[in-house]
């Protein structure tokens, strides 16, 4: 009896591994259709699938996918109707996948795209939050391009919301250590985004003056 206890479980385990592979290569082949033909109903239907067989799956894999599917539908979804709402409710249910099953580098996109969100909607604060956490982890991890690109969306944050000298501060810091795994044209981004900054900071200055005069 305890022998064929564990040959139905092998058995029963086999089966689920093979019914997993066969769904998570049905969804791969669905995400491959899906990028090549950007059609919003695609991924509407691979999220249907997904939320129909989510609970008969067992691993990570599966849930990985969901959390993909949702940052592809927050994207064609603002692209088509500019809704924010749907945006962040996509990118969150992304995150919160992606949190449980403790994928910090899938995480890390989602929070760069919901920090990107966060400033077209002029909240630089909270996007400030999100692309914190995203340098940090790349700091951590030792991800040159993830810890640039955070950096210098940071700099925006505070460059936008009027604090150009802090923004500046960043920049130049980012420059004295600039990763050198990077190729020159991140060196070349950079140097643009410090020559912008420069001019904010002259252009705060300058109105600081006028409004100065004005008063006076």
Known sequence: DVKNGGQKRRRYQYYHNYKNAIWIVTIKWW????????LFFHFKLVLLIFNKILKSLQGETPKRYVAYVYQRLAILDYQKT?????????????AKIL???KDSSNLMSVYQ????GLARQLRYYE???????????????????LYL?????????????????TA??????????????????????????????YY????????ARINYLKVV
Not at 31 to 38: C, G, K, M, V
Not at 82 to 94: E, R
Not at 132 to 144: D, G, L, P
Not at 178 to 196: A, Q, R, V
């Open 168 to 197: 500046l501060v960043i920049l130049l810091e980012l420059e004295e250590n600039f990763p050198k795994d990077l190729e020159l044209y991140n060196l070349g981004t950079l140097y643009s985004n410090i020559g912008n900054t």
């Open 82 to 94: 500019n809704n924010f709402k749907t945006y962040f409710d996509y990118n969150f249910k992304a």
């Open 200 to 207: 904010n900071v002259a252009l705060d200055g300058k109105n």
């Open 149 to 165: 690109s955070s950096s210098m969306a940071i700099s925006d944050c505070f460059s936008n919301s009027k604090k150009t000298d």
């Open 127 to 145: 996007a400030k939050t999100y692309y914190s956490k995203v340098q940090r982890y790349a700091k951590t991890h030792h991800n040159s391009d």
């Open 31 to 38: 995400t491959i259709i899906a990028w090549i033909f950007p």
């Open 99 to 101: 949190e449980e099953i």
């Open 113 to 116: 795209n919901i920090g990107i």
